[in-house]
Each structure stands twice: as C-alpha cells, then as structure tokens.
C-alpha cells in the first residue's frame, strides 16, 4: 500500500546556489506557492480588468472575495482595521487557494508544511507586536491589564494575559497545518483501502466501493475545511490586529 | 521501560487532551444551533463570534496535539 506521508514530501527540482554547506534549491513547495500567488494574481487581474457596473462571473468571485474579506476586517477591527486590509487580504488569499490547490491530485498542499503556516503567523504577530508599540508606545502595555480586575490577583492575570499574547503564533500556526496534515493522510489512507481492495478481484471491487464513496465524502469535507481554516486564519489576523489598535480591553 | 515505548505512550496520553477540545467544542456548536433556532434573525450576526470561539476553543487540543508531536518527532 502507498505511504501516505510520501505526498508531503519536499522534491528538489531546479538547484539554484551552494552557500558553504547549505544549499538552496526551487523545490515542489516554493513552485505551488509560485501556483497559489499566480492563480490569486489572474484571477484579480483578470476580474477587475473589464470592470462592469454590472459584473460578470470572474468579477463577481473577485468582489465577493473582496467584501467577505473587509467586512471581516471592518466587524472585528474597525474602520481603523481597514489600513491593514492589503495584508489579511493577501494571507486569506493566499491560504484560502493553496488550501484549494492542494486538493487537486497530484499536487503539492504547501499549508501542510509547519515552516509556511508558522511564517504567516509570525508576520502577523510582529505586525502586531511592532505596530502596537509605534502606535501606543508603553500604552500598548495595557493589552494585559485588564480593567476592574482586584490589585491583588492583578500580576497574575497579566502573566496569564502575556503567556496567552506569547502563545498565539503557536496554535495560529499549528491549527491550520494540523488540519491540513490530518485532513491529507486521511484521504490517503482511505484512498489505500480502494487501491488494496481493488487488486484483490471481483470481490474485491464490491468491497473497495465502500472507501470509494467514503473518500469522495472526505474530498467534499477536506473543501469545506479548506475554506473555514483559510477564514479562521484570517479572523484570527483580524482579530489580533483589533488588540495592535486598540489595546485597552 | 525502553525509553522508545515510553516515548510512544506519552504521545499517545497526550492525545487524550484532544478529547477535552471536542467536548468543548461540540458545546459551542450545539449551544450556537440551540439559539439559533430560537432566534434565527440573529444567528448571522453571531457566525463571527462563533468561528472565534470555536478557534479559541481548539487551541487547547492543538496544544495537547502539539506534545503528541513533540514526542512523536522532536524528543
């Protein structure tokens, strides 16, 4: 039976430098990213190019992508939130097609790999954590002093406060990668019964059906998690952008 | 015990930290549908509140998920 880890594994194709002992190649992760920031690119290019007063298809997705994404932005932030529209556009953009494009056989799922998901998150933290001070200077402080909470279990509060702030890139991260990772190998796997059962004969095939409808199931489920990762990765943005702005609880 | 069966183990007690997540985070869900359909004018507005709920929620199985693969692959 197939390994169903062997899909996330990282294939050098094109060996691009050599610097001392580490080497830098374009590998199957870097090219579906190049994928996922070209097909968001076309199709944004692409739909506001003719741009209609009354729009057709390709405009319609563009602009629903658009509204879903600022009215997200504009209910958990603000008006104020709308300055970082650029960039939780682009990450939900960004994460929303790759998680997509993983779903097509024979390709790469880049969001499965910890090093990507943990590089968004992290760029969403320091935005945060830098934009927080430039804008409040030691106001931003304030993040973990609740109001109306008791002098005397105050330095405790603040300490869960600055543990949870800390934590944040880390189940930001981990959440997606683990939903894409587990959502992956499930499919595999059970896209192994139909293989297993199928070189077993006539009987087999009566019995390999049964993982066939199953994995076409998954399918329609892994695209439903694809979409509500790549939204709660954004929300999350949104939201921990709402603390850079305003830091009083 | 061979350090490598402890090992095993470990990941796997971890793991049940995820029970707990579910737990909760079929009582967000189920109490989300309960109101409702008591009150289905306002659902939409709470769908944000929701996913951020059910985000936060999740972390806490994703911690206990990330022991398992710390064991699993870091230790």
């Known amino acids: 039976m197939a390994d169903p880890i062997h899909q996330f594994a990282i294939v050098n194709l094109v060996p691009l430098a050599k610097i001392g002992h580490t080497e830098f190649h374009f590998t199957n992760s870097a090219l579906f990213m190049m994928v996922a920031v070209g097909i968001t690119a076309l199709l944004m290019v692409g739909a506001t190019s003719r741009r209609r007063m009354v729009p057709g298809r390709l405009q319609s997705a563009a602009e629903i992508l658009h509204d879903f994404t600022a009215d997200m932005l504009r209910s958990s932030a603000g008006e104020e939130g709308m300055r970082f529209f650029p960039l939780v556009f682009s990450v939900f953009a960004f994460v929303l097609i790759a998680n997509i494009v993983g779903l097509v056989p024979f390709t790469f799922t880049v969001t499965s790999h910890i090093i990507v998901t943990a590089s968004l998150a992290l760029i969403v933290f320091f935005t945060v954590l830098i934009y927080g001070f430039y804008r409040h200077g030691l106001g931003f402080l304030r993040l973990f002093v ?10 405790f509060v603040a300490l869960i406060e600055v543990v949870s702030f800390l934590s944040r890139p880390i189940s930001h991260s981990v959440r997606l990668f683990a939903n894409m990772l587990a959502g992956h190998i499930t499919l595999k796997v059970f896209a ?10 006539v009987i087999g095939w009566l019995g390999g059906a049964l993982p066939l409808v199953m994995v076409i199931a998954l399918t329609a489920l892994e695209l439903l998690v694809a979409f509500l990762q790549a939204y709660v990765f954004a929300l999350l943005t949104c939201i921990y952008l709402n603390d850079a702005l305003h830091p009083g609880h | 015990m061979d350090p490598t069966a402890a090992k095993y183990i470990g990941a796997g007690i971890a793991c049940i930290g995820m029970g707990g997540a579910a737990l909760g985070v079929g009582q967000i869900f189920g109490s989300y549908l309960a109101a409702a359909l008591r009150n289905p004018s306002a659902a939409q507005g709470q769908f944000g509140n929701l996913i951020f709920g059910f985000a936060i929620t999740e972390a806490l199985g994703i911690f206990s998920l990330l022991v398992a693969l710390l064991l699993l692959f870091a230790v």
Do not use: K
């Open chain 1, 192 to 201: 192994g019964f139909v293989a297993g059962l199928g070189s077993l004969g």
């Open chain 1, 146 to 155: 609740p109001h109306g909470i008791p002098l005397y279990i105050l330095p």
